[in-house]
C-alpha cells in the first residue's frame, strides 16, 4: 500500500477512528488495532511477504526471552548466533541469492568458462532491509545487556510492524519506539497538527518534486548518448532532488502518520544538501540507518581508534557494505567506495568534525558546501545508473563537455509545464528548508497558510497521476 495511493487515504482514517476510539479502553486494544493494520498495510503488496515477517518477529521474540534467562558466554553467543543466521540468512537469499549466482558466471566468463545457470525467479519482500535491521537491533542490544526484553509478544510484533515505518524507515531502535507501545496513548491535538503537516510536506517532495523530477531523469537515463554534457549534469542534479524528495518524503510521512497516532519516530533526514563535507552529509542523510551501521559495524569493528590505516580499513568495509545494503548490483558498491574515498580526506587531515546542529554558512564555507554537493551529485550517477559502464559512460561525457546544448526542457507544451513545476517546486524546497536550516530545527514547520498552498500544489501537479513507487521499496 502506498502512502501516495487513494487506497491508504481510505485505510488511514479508519485506522485512526477505530484507534483513538479504543482510548478510554485499553491500549493494549489500541496495539492490537495497530498490528492488525500493520499487516493489512504490508499484506496488500503480497500477503505471501506476511510469513517472514512474522517469522522474524516470532525467532526475535523468543531470542530476546531466552538471552535475558542466559549467563553463560558461550550460550548467549549461540542465542545471538540464530538471530543473525536466521534474519541475515533471510535478507541474503531473498536480496542477494541472484547477485551472487551472477557474478560468479561472470568472474568465471572472464577466464572463457561458461556455465550454462539461469537466475532463481525471486520475489523481494517489500521492506526486508528495514524490519530485518530493526529486530537485529533488538536482540543485539539484549547481548550487550542495553536493552531488557518485552515479555509481551503483541507489543513486540506491533514494534516491528509498525505500518508508518515498516517497508522505508526509519530504521527504529527498540530502546526508542518499543516503551512506546507500554504507555497509555492520549489524543494530543497539537502533536497530530504536527504530523499533518509533515505528511503535507512529504508528500509535497513526492509527488511534486520527486515524481516530476523522475520525468526528466527516466528520459536522460534511457539513452544517455542523445542528451549534451550540459543536460547530464542537469539530469545529475535532478535525480540527487528526486532521491531526496522520495526518501525524505517518505520518512517525514512516516513520521507525521506516527505522530497521528501519538508516536514520536526518529529524525531521519536533516537538509543534507546544506553540508560542507562528506562526513557531515552522512551525519544528516539517512540518519537511522548510517547510526545503525556506526554502532553495529562501525564501533566494534575499532571505529576511529588505531592508525590512521587501521582507521580507513573502517571506513571502506561501512561504506562499502552500506552500498550493498542498497541493492544487489556493483553499482552500489562502487558508489558506496566512492564515499568512502571521499571521506579520506578528513581522516587524514583530522579536520575536527562539524555537528549536525551546528548550521552556521558563511561565505568562505560555500566552496566547500558546492564541492561536497557537487561530488554527491556525481556519486549519486552510478546509484542510479543500470551497470557501472552506464555510469562511467555518463560521467566521461559529462568531462567531456562536448556539447553546451540545452534542448531536453523546451518544445512540447508538456515538457514547458513539467520544466516549470521542478523549478518552482524546487525554489520552494530551497527557501523552506533554509529557513529551518538555519533555525537549527529538526523540520520545516508549515504555517496554515503554507500548509493550504502546499495542499494545492500536491493536489493540482500530483494528485492526478499514477502514484509511483518510492524508490526505496526496493531495498
Same mark, same amino acid.
Given at each position: 500500500?502506498?502512502?501516495?495511493?487513494?487506497?491508504?487515504?481510505?485505510?488511514?482514517?479508519?485506522?485512526?477512528?477505530?484507534?483513538?476510539?479504543?482510548?478510554?479502553?485499553?491500549?493494549?486494544?489500541?496495539?492490537?488495532?495497530?498490528?492488525?493494520? $500493520? &499487516?493489512?498495510?504490508?499484506?496488500?503488496?503480497?500477503?505471501?511477504?506476511?510469513?517472514?515477517?512474522?517469522?522474524?518477529?516470532?525467532?526475535?521474540?523468543?531470542?530476546?526471552?531466552?538471552?535475558?534467562?542466559?549467563?553463560?558466554?558461550?550460550?548467549?553467543?549461540?542465542?545471538?548466533?540464530?538471530?543473525?543466521?536466521?534474519?541475515?540468512?533471510?535478507?541474503?537469499?531473498?536480496? &542477494?541469492?541472484?547477485?551472487?549466482?551472477?557474478?560468479?558466471?561472470?568472474?568465471?566468463?572472464?577466464?572463457?568458462?561458461?556455465?550454462?545457470?539461469?537466475?532463481?525467479?525471486?520475489?523481494?519482500p517489500v521492506g526486508i532491509s528495514f524490519y530485518t535491521f530493526q529486530t537485529l537491533s533488538y536482540t543485539?542490544?539484549?547481548?550487550?545487556?542495553?536493552?531488557?526484553?518485552?515479555?509481551?509478544?503483541?507489543?513486540?510484533?506491533?514494534?516491528?510492524?509498525?505500518?508508518?515505518?515498516?517497508?522505508?524507515?526509519?530504521?527504529?531502535?527498540?530502546?526508542?519506539?518499543?516503551?512506546?507501545?507500554?504507555?497509555?496513548?492520549?489524543?494530543?491535538?497539537?502533536?497530530?497538527?504536527?504530523?499533518?503537516?509533515?505528511?503535507?510536506?512529504?508528500?509535497?517532495?513526492?509527488?511534486?518534486?520527486?515524481?516530476?523530477?523522475?520525468?526528466?531523469?527516466?528520459?536522460?537515463?534511457?539513452?544517455?548518448?542523445? &542528451?549534451?554534457?550540459?543536460?547530464?549534469?542537469?539530469?545529475?542534479?535532478?535525480?540527487?532532488?528526486?532521491?531526496?524528495?522520495?526518501?525524505?518524503?517518505?520518512?517525514?510521512?512516516?513520521?507525521?502518520?506516527?505522530?497521528?497516532?501519538?508516536?514520536?519516530?526518529?529524525?531521519?533526514?536533516?537538509?543534507?544538501?546544506?553540508?560542507?563535507?562528506?562526513?557531515?552529509?552522512?551525519?544528516?542523510?539517512?540518519? $537511522?540507518?548510517?547510526?545503525?551501521?556506526?554502532?553495529?559495524?562501525?564501533?566494534?569493528?575499532?571505529?576511529?581508534?588505531?592508525?590512521?590505516?587501521?582507521?580507513?580499513?573502517?571506513?571502506?568495509?561501512?561504506?562499502?557494505?552500506?552500498?550493498?545494503?542498497?541493492?544487489?548490483?556493483?553499482?552500489?558498491?562502487?558508489?558506496?567506495?566512492?564515499?568512502?574515498?571521499?571521506?579520506?580526506?578528513?581522516?587524514?587531515?583530522?579536520?575536527?568534525?562539524?555537528?549536525?546542529?551546528?548550521?552556521?554558512?558563511?561565505?568562505?564555507?560555500?566552496?566547500?558546501?558546492?564541492?561536497?554537493?557537487?561530488?554527491?551529485?556525481?556519486?549519486?550517477?552510478?546509484?542510479?545508473?543500470? $551497470?557501472?559502464?552506464?555510469?562511467?559512460? &555518463?560521467?566521461?561525457?559529462?568531462?567531456?563537455?562536448?556539447?553546451?546544448?540545452?534542448?531536453?526542457?523546451?518544445?512540447?507544451?508538456?515538457?514547458?509545464?513539467?520544466?516549470?513545476?521542478?523549478?518552482? $517546486?524546487?525554489?520552494?524546497?530551497?527557501?523552506?528548508?533554509?529557513?529551518?536550516?538555519?533555525?537549527?530545527?529538526?523540520?520545516?514547520?508549515?504555517?496554515?497558510?503554507?500548509?493550504?498552498?502546499?495542499?494545492?500544489?500536491?493536489?493540482?501537479?500530483?494528485?492526478?497521476?499514477?502514484?509511483?513507487?518510492?524508490?526505496?521499496?526496493?531495498?
Amino acid at each position: 500500500m502506498l502512502f501516495n495511493s487513494f487506497t491508504f487515504l481510505v485505510f488511514l482514517p479508519i485506522v485512526f477512528v477505530l484507534y483513538w476510539g479504543l482510548q478510554k479502553k485499553s491500549f493494549q486494544l489500541q496495539n492490537i488495532v495497530l498490528l492488525i493494520a $500493520s &499487516y493489512i498495510f504490508y499484506g496488500w503488496w503480497d500477503y505471501r511477504f506476511l510469513a517472514l515477517i512474522f517469522a522474524s518477529t516470532l525467532v526475535d521474540y523468543l531470542v530476546g526471552l531466552n538471552l535475558a534467562k542466559q549467563d553463560n558466554i558461550m550460550q548467549r553467543k549461540i542465542l545471538l548466533s540464530i538471530s543473525l543466521l536466521f534474519n541475515l540468512g533471510l535478507l541474503c537469499y531473498f536480496k &542477494y541469492t541472484n547477485f551472487f549466482i551472477d557474478s560468479w558466471i561472470e568472474a568465471w566468463d572472464t577466464v572463457g568458462i561458461h556455465f550454462n545457470i539461469s537466475s532463481l525467479s525471486i520475489i523481494l519482500p517489500v521492506g526486508i532491509s528495514f524490519y530485518t535491521f530493526q529486530t537485529l537491533s533488538y536482540t543485539i542490544d539484549i547481548y550487550r545487556k542495553q536493552l531488557k526484553p518485552t515479555t509481551s509478544f503483541l507489543r513486540f510484533a506491533t514494534y516491528v510492524a509498525f505500518f508508518p515505518q515498516l517497508v522505508a524507515g526509519p530504521i527504529e531502535r527498540a530502546a526508542h519506539l518499543l516503551p512506546q507501545f507500554d504507555e497509555k496513548r492520549i489524543f494530543d491535538f497539537e502533536y497530530a497538527k504536527s504530523g499533518v503537516s509533515l505528511i503535507l510536506w512529504g508528500m509535497f517532495k513526492k509527488v511534486v518534486i520527486a515524481d516530476n523530477c523522475a520525468f526528466f531523469v527516466n528520459q536522460i537515463y534511457d539513452n544517455v548518448e542523445a &542528451y549534451s554534457s550540459v543536460e547530464l549534469s542537469i539530469g545529475a542534479i535532478l535525480f540527487g532532488l528526486q532521491i531526496y524528495g522520495d526518501f525524505s518524503g517518505y520518512s517525514d510521512i512516516a513520521i507525521g502518520v506516527a505522530r497521528l497516532f501519538g508516536f514520536d519516530l526518529m529524525t531521519n533526514f536533516r537538509f543534507p544538501y546544506f553540508s560542507k563535507s562528506i562526513p557531515e552529509f552522512w551525519r544528516r542523510w539517512h540518519i $537511522s540507518l548510517s547510526t545503525w551501521f556506526r554502532d553495529y559495524l562501525y564501533i566494534p569493528l575499532g571505529g576511529n581508534r588505531g592508525t590512521t590505516l587501521f582507521k580507513a580499513r573502517n571506513i571502506f568495509i561501512i561504506f562499502l557494505v552500506s552500498g550493498l545494503w542498497h541493492g544487489a548490483n556493483w553499482t552500489f558498491v562502487i558508489w558506496g567506495g566512492i564515499h568512502a574515498c571521499l571521506s579520506l580526506p578528513m581522516l587524514i587531515t583530522k579536520k575536527p568534525k562539524v555537528k549536525p546542529n551546528n548550521n552556521s554558512l558563511t561565505l568562505r564555507q560555500i566552496p566547500a558546501l558546492l564541492y561536497t554537493f557537487i561530488m554527491v551529485m556525481l556519486a549519486w550517477v552510478f546509484f542510479r545508473a543500470d $551497470s557501472w559502464s552506464q555510469a562511467y559512460r &555518463y560521467i566521461e561525457r559529462i568531462i567531456s563537455l562536448d556539447s553546451l546544448n540545452v534542448n531536453l526542457f523546451i518544445g512540447s507544451s508538456k515538457m514547458i509545464l513539467f520544466s516549470l513545476v521542478v523549478f518552482f $517546486s524546487s525554489l520552494v524546497l530551497f527557501v523552506m528548508e533554509y529557513k529551518a536550516f538555519k533555525k537549527v530545527e529538526k523540520e520545516v514547520k508549515l504555517s496554515a497558510l503554507s500548509s493550504i498552498a502546499i495542499f494545492l500544489m500536491i493536489l493540482f501537479l500530483g494528485v492526478f497521476k499514477n502514484p509511483n513507487d518510492f524508490i526505496y521499496f526496493q531495498f
